[in-house]
């Protein structure tokens, strides 16, 4: 007869237990050795880091209400329809389907962008990506694969990577959701847009990206999100969502780490579509 140990089911608990201790010890000698600080400042924290209470101070999240599909934030949520969309989004709506931003891109959000674009500074990724999943997680979950927004081949030997994509690739360790960088290509390099009027930028990006070939059998039918650092006046991710829509995915989202453009002309534009509609 096989004798059953008696303490046999407790082995797993006293060794998740141990491994609970181990952990909080190793972080408790780390926070030691380099005590935790802030993301943006360097300043010391306290817990297991994020942003010090200055700098939280200063941060300006985009939170509820905005619109669902253009991420603008509103003044109250009447300013939106009953699918959450804003008036302007109603009258002109964009290709993609739901939109999220963790900040206004203002000088504050510049300090951690910026630097990660231009200045190696790679790590800031990993920052924004977090606060980037706070906001987007629900797109998240709904999604089968994350899409960083490309850059031209040119531009990237020049930077030596994509910044689009090192978001994307700590967003799905987050969420547990694919990247694929290498789905969408810029097979046109395009001129600096922010000097561009909006006509101007959205005939500049037209047919200047497009779905790799290898990927577009992979991505068919499947709802993806589509990862850029700062959405501007969405020229890009119009011209990113209408080839991943001609390559057959089911639904195209977005999720950015800050949001442009001038808010209050936003919040015209919003208020005088309504005016519009009534
Ligand atoms: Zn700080
Ligand atoms: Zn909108």
Redesign the pocket.
Known sequence: MQRVCIWMPLIPKIFSSTRAVRQTISRTCLNTVFPPCCDMCGADVEGTGGFCGECFAQMRPIIKPY??????PLAASGFADQQG??A???STA?PWNRMRAAFIYDDWLRQLILPLKYADRTENARILAREMWRSGEDILRDANFLLPVPVHKRKLRHRRYNQAALLARFLAKESGVSSLPMALKRIRNTQPLARLGSRERKLEVEGSIIVSPRYVEKLKGHPVVVIDDVFTTGATMSACTRALLAAGVSRVDLLVAGRAGNMEEDRQK?TSALRDYA
Not at 67 to 72: D, I, N
Request: charged share 10%; proline share 8%; hydrophobic share 40%.
């Open positions: 619109c669902e599909q253009c991420g603008v969309v804003c302007f989004c109603a964009p919003v």
